[in-house]
């Protein structure tokens, strides 16, 4: 076991430390929690709600996340590709498999720290009032398997082209079909006309509708599978676009 994940650990502690010897993690902290702010208390109405709770905190997180994610994952392999650096690392003795792994899972921690800074809205609301933490606990854990999804996506995207903006673009839009997918704009377009299997299907491809379930306190298997799904699948695109690159 320790050999199985010892290259991945080796590549995620290189990626999570060339994050924080940039500007990068810092600017991406630091604009996630303003973000969170400003959506929280102006945007959100959090002293006009006059309830004690979390949800227009969580309420933002996948529009917050369908630009600040992607901005994240953007230059996980273009940058790769494009500074020349991918041919070296895939010349070090680690499986493609875990260099994938190792990139996002930099990614997806640096995410969550982000998350765990925005502990002071969550001791705010305690201070205010009695909220139901568990329910908050299973909404960062919801927002946090989230997030996860978006750079996986990110990563996949990241792969195709040596070019961030264009990831980033990428990103963004395959993003947003799997975010709107489950908005009320979208089921109420085909609730008319379209059989109700087909618009449970859409609805169940969405991450807001598994994320809404999940931040409201029900931890089901489905949900959770739908996220580690998602991630799994979504990077092993990556390998494999990653693989057909290399071969050209």
């Known amino acids: 076991?320790?050999?199985?994940?010892?290259?991945?650990?080796?590549v995620f502690k290189r990626e999570l430390w060339s994050y924080f010897s940039t500007p990068l993690a810092y600017v991406f902290i630091v604009i996630f929690l303003v973000m969170n702010g400003i959506f929280t208390f102006d945007l959100g109405g959090f002293y006009i709600r006059g309830q004690a709770d979390l949800q227009p905190f969580f309420n933002f997180h996948p529009w917050l996340y369908l630009f600040m994610i992607p901005a994240?994952?953007?230059?996980l392999w273009s940058d790769e590709r494009k500074?020349?650096?991918?041919?070296?690392?895939?010349?070090?003795?680690?499986?493609?498999?875990?260099?994938?792994?190792?990139?996002?899972l930099a990614a997806w921690a640096l995410s969550g720290i982000a998350l765990?800074?925005?502990f002071p809205i969550?001791?705010?609301v305690n201070y205010l009032g009695a909220p139901d933490n568990g329910v908050i606990l299973?909404?960062?854990?919801?927002?946090?398997?989230?997030?996860?999804g978006f750079l996986a996506i990110g990563s996949c995207m990241s792969a195709i082209t040596r070019n961030a903006v264009i990831a980033f673009i990428l990103t963004v839009a395959i993003c947003f079909v799997f975010v709107s997918s489950g908005s009320a704009i979208v089921l109420n377009a085909f609730s008319g006309w379209a059989p109700q299997f087909l618009s449970d299907a859409i609805a169940g491809l969405s991450f807001l509708t598994h994320f809404d379930a999940i931040s409201k306190g029900v931890l089901d298997v489905r949900d959770l599978l739908f996220f580690a799904i998602v991630i799994g699948a979504w990077l092993f695109a990556s390998a494999i676009v990653i693989e057909i690159k290399k071969a050209n």
Do not use: C, H, N
């Not at 299973?138 to 996860?148: D, E, I, K, P, V």
């Open 83 to 104: 500074e020349g650096t991918i041919e070296l690392l895939m010349t070090l003795p680690i499986r493609l498999r875990d260099a994938v792994i190792g990139k996002f």
């Open 1 to 10: 076991m320790k050999q199985a994940i010892s290259p991945s650990l080796t």
């Open 138 to 148: 299973a909404a960062y854990l919801g927002s946090w398997l989230m997030a996860g």
């Open 116 to 118: 765990l800074l925005t």
């Open 122 to 124: 969550w001791i705010t």
């Open 72 to 75: 994240l994952a953007m230059g």
